[in-house]
Every structure is written in structure tokens, then in C-alpha cells.
């Protein structure tokens, strides 16, 4: 049985908030005890101009920085779960946005953890284009660094104004997202809840007719739908690396910001990136329950927004012995499971889905698949006509990237002809799921050295990892998640 497990020597170049060169959200590692201290202070409506090193207590209260002429909101990371101010599981993190636009449409970010250190300025051109960065905003223009939630603000350009006030909407953040939580049954037409065995069928039945001829897909020889989604230029695509039944990552995603808002007027996509199914948690390895509410989940979101949602194959969309963990022939047991559940009729809905499903995503500048480009030379009609390629199809979904441990794997050459092959520039954004470096962190970046190619994970229990593709550009971002099922459901019994 093939089992998956993180593989390879971790080096600085693979993870995000620990590269030794400037990242696209130039995260620079400190210790603690190295971050300035500076005077503490208490954001006002007056704004306060900065001139040396000064702090911002964790509080509810969020506040703006103004760095030349563009304006930044800071806010503490609240559990919409909790009462107000609480803290995520104990972890006191602020994230940074542009202001209104966040809560407009998919939103953009940077989140600042403890022991983090954030440099911001014009030389990070995600940043630049984040925030809107104007030549009132110098190259280097302050450091944020999270000294166990307590913000220290380091002006860098004794040239440049900065300076803080507070915000007026002091819980902008948690509120909307609280409301689009509570919200969502609404949206979708269903209580987050398993569904009861007819529903489930019928829901699955639906599901299967919309991906049967599903949008942005093209048809194969076969005249069944092909292997490729091909997104248009102007769309926006929200990418989340394997889930593996962590729904509440997903709500996490699917309600910050206006992603939840941009989705219904079709202006935004949520590619699920393979490996939605099983648990990969040891102590949850044998339990099916998480996957069949995931399942369920994804049917809800797929027919309220059918050309909005996609789900493509990843290696655990199986029914095979071959498909589990730690020796847990995760996929068979599902089998049992799903079949005493719902029944065999479900179980062949289920199976149907899963090779309905397309292999890889296309965009503007940009492409994704599960786990590895096709090494071989291809071109797009091939990978349209897939089902015809058993071979390529295990090569898109199972293979790994060629490390010491393993000499088999696709290379820089894979990724560079897979380019090719889908008419894309030579530096285009790449990404993978599949093989995640560690245990801690979510996005690696430029991983084997190959620029471009970056591997996306969403599935840890308390961080998940998603990338915004727009107008070929790539914006990372990173989410902690929380305990919405539970919150909903006590909501829907109080």
C-alpha cells in the first residue's frame, strides 16, 4: 500500500516566513528577544506620527496605519466563534488589509504571527499591489514584529510619514466574517449537517449532472467532459491545496473577507485542489465520518454555485486498496463505510463522481493539478483526452518531486516542458499539493529551486493555505482555522 508522509530535508528556500531571500510578502524570522521594544501607545482618532519604535497592545481594537499616503488597517485574528476579543486557540495574530476592498471581494492580506517580523514597502511587488503602494511609500518603510500578539512599529524612512489612529469599525473583521458564517446555511439552502441518506443521493445525483458538463471544461474525443479546466483571463481563482475532510478550513476560506460575496456574483472561483477526503490526522486515520460530511459539503457549495466551485482528482479520490495512510487502506474502508451509511446505489455515485472529476486547472498565467506535472512530452489535447491515458493520470495525481529519497520523481525539465504544453511563460505560477514539507507550515515556494513551482496545503488543523490567482498575478494567504461546525450547529440547537 502506497502511504504518504513528508518527505525530503527541509531548507530555508522551501518555506515562506523563513527564506533567506526577500519573499512575496517579505516575512523576515526574528527572535523575540532581538525585536525593538519601543514606547507603548494607544491609537487614537488623532493620528499619531511615528518618529521612533512604539507598540500596540493586543486588544479589540484594531487601527490604521498610514505609510506616506496609503492607509493600511491592522486588526487582532478574533474567533467569530467566541466571544468578543478571544483570541484563535490561544494565539494572539493580526492580520494587515487595504481597507474597504477587503470586504468587497476576495480578499487580500498579510497575516503577522508571534515572532514574526513583517517588512513593508514598495520593494515586495505583492505588497505594491496589495496595498495599493504609491511613491509617498518608501522601499523600506517600517517593520511590524508580533511579540506574543503585542504589535512593535519600526519606522525605517526617517523621510517618509507614518503614523497611526485608530479604525472606526474597531470589529470590521470579526463581524464579517461572523456574519457570512452564520449566514452561509442560508446561502447554500442547507444546515452544515450531514445529510440524511435521500438527500444525500439526490444531492450526489445533482452534483454528478452539473460536473457531467460542467463549466470551463472542454470536451473530449469521447464527447465527455475533458480533463482540463481552463478558466477565463478575467476570472479570479481562490486555489486550496489537499483539505483532506477538514471542513472547517474550507468555511474558514469561504467566509473571510467578500470571497463569500464575489462568489455569488460570479466573479470569483474556489478550486478544491485534489485530496478532499480522509483524514490524514493519526489518531483520525479510520474515522469516515469527517469525509462524508466534506462530501456533503461540497455537493451544497457545487449546486448553489456550479460555475463556481470545482473539485479536480487527487490520489485519495479512490476507492483503492492502494489509497491510505500509515497503513490504513483508507479508501476501502470508506467503501464499507459510504455502502452501510447510504447504500450501494450512493457508493456508485460516489465512484462516479470521482471519475468525473478533471486533472488539472488552467488560468491566466498560471496552472494546477494535484501532484505532479506529466513528465513525458504532451500536449493540451492529450491532457483534455486524459481518460484515454491511464498512465499520465497516475503520473498527474500520484507522482512526487525527485529528491535524494526519491530518484523517480519529476524534475525541473517536468515543469518546464508542462509550461509548454499549456502555453505558459517560463517563470509561471505552478502549484501542487500532495507533498507537504512539514508539519508546521502551509506554502512552500519556489520548492527544488524551481521558480514558479509552489506547493499548497490546507489540510493542518491549525493552519491552512490558500493562493489568489488574479490577472496573473499570485497572492499567498494564510488562514487559522476554528470550530465553525461546532459554533453552527450549538447555534442551530440553543
Known amino acids: 500500500m502506497s502511504s504518504e508522509t513528508d518527505t525530503g530535508p527541509l531548507t530555508e528556500r522551501h518555506i515562506v516566513r523563513h527564506t533567506k531571500r526577500p519573499s512575496l510578502l517579505s516575512r523576515i524570522g526574528q527572535l523575540l528577544s532581538k525585536a525593538p521594544k519601543g514606547e507603548l501607545i494607544e ?3 488623532t493620528p499619531l506620527a511615528v518618529h521612533g519604535d512604539v507598540r500596540v497592545a493586543w486588544r479589540e481594537q484594531p487601527f490604521q496605519l498610514m505609510l506616506g499616503g496609503v492607509a493600511l488597517e491592522l486588526h487582532p485574528d478574533l474567533a467569530v466563534t467566541g466571544n468578543e476579543g478571544n483570541e484563535i486557540d490561544g494565539v494572539r495574530e493580526w492580520i494587515i488589509h487595504p481597507g474597504s476592498a477587503f470586504y468587497e471581494t476576495v480578499p487580500r492580506f498579510v497575516r503577522v504571527s508571534p515572532g514574526e517580523t513583517l517588512l513593508l514597502g514598495r520593494t515586495d511587488d505583492t505588497q505594491t499591489r496589495m496595498f495599493g503602494f504609491d511613491g509617498s511609500v518608501a522601499n523600506r518603510h517600517v517593520n511590524v514584529s508580533n511579540r506574543k500578539g503585542e504589535l512593535v512599529i519600526q519606522p525605517l524612512a526617517p523621510d517618509r510619514p507614518t503614523t497611526i489612529s485608530i479604525v472606526e469599525s474597531p470589529l470590521a473583521v470579526w463581524s464579517a466574517r461572523r456574519k457570512n ?7 447554500i439552502g442547507s444546515s452544515l449537517t450531514p445529510l440524511d441518506q435521500e438527500e444525500a443521493l439526490n444531492a450526489l445525483l445533482e452534483v454528478n449532472d452539473i460536473v457531467a458538463s460542467e463549466a470551463y471544461r ?3 474525443d469521447d464527447g465527455l467532459p475533458g480533463g482540463v479546466i481552463q478558466f477565463p483571463d478575467d ?3 481562490v486555489i486550496l491545496g489537499d483539505v483532506h475532510a477538514r471542513a472547517d478550513n474550507v468555511l474558514r476560506v469561504i467566509t473571510e473577507g467578500g470571497l463569500l460575496a464575489a462568489l455569488e456574483r460570479n466573479e470569483a472561483c474556489l478550486v478544491l485542489l485534489g485530496d478532499l477526503v480522509h483524514s490524514q490526522e493519526s489518531d483520525e486515520l479510520e474515522d ?8 456533503d459539503l461540497f455537493c451544497m457549495l ?3 454555485f456550479p460555475e463556481n466551485i470545482f473539485y479536480i ?3 485519495h479520490e479512490s476507492f483503492s486498496p492502494e489509497v491510505g495512510k500509515g497503513g490504513v487502506p483508507q479508501g476501502l474502508l470508506l467503501q464499507k463505510h459510504l455502502k452501510k451509511l447510504r447504500g450501494k446505489a450512493y457508493v456508485k455515485q460516489v465512484e462516479r463522481l470521482f471519475d468525473g472529476l478533471a486533472f488539472v486547472v488552467l488560468g491566466n498565467e498560471f496552472a494546477a493539478c494535484h501532484g505532479a506535472p506529466v513528465r513525458s512530452t504532451v500536449d493540451l489535447d492529450v491532457l483534455i483526452n486524459i481518460r484515454r491515458y491511464p498512465g499520465i493520470q497516475s503520473e498527474v495525481i500520484w507522482d512526487r518531486l525527485r529528491q535524494g529519497n526519491r530518484p523517480g520523481g519529476y524534475t525541473k525539465g517536468s515543469v518546464k516542458r508542462f509550461r509548454r504544453t499549456l502555453g505558459l511563460s517560463k517563470h509561471a505560477p505552478f502549484f501542487v499539493g500532495h507533498t507537504p514539507q512539514s508539519s508546521k507550515e502551509t506554502l512552500w515556494l519556489d520548492v527544488g529551486g524551481i521558480k514558479g513551482h509552489h506547493i499548497v496545503y490546507s ?3 491549525h493552519r491552512a493555505a490558500a493562493i489568489v490567482m488574479s490577472g496573473g498575478q499570485m497572492t499567498p494567504l494564510e488562514f487559522v482555522p476554528e470550530q465553525a461546525l461546532a459554533f453552527l450547529n450549538n447555534r442551530a440547537d440553543a
Open 235 to 237: 476570472m479570479t481563482v
Open 288 to 295: 469516515m465520518e469527517s469525509t462524508v460530511l466534506i462530501l
Open 181 to 187: 458564517l452564520i449566514h452561509l446555511p442560508d446561502v
Open 43 to 45: 491609537p487614537s482618532s
Open 459 to 461: 489540510a493542518h488543523t
Open 313 to 315: 482528482r487527487g490520489n
Open 302 to 304: 457545487k449546486r448553489r
Open 218 to 220: 472542454a470536451l473530449d
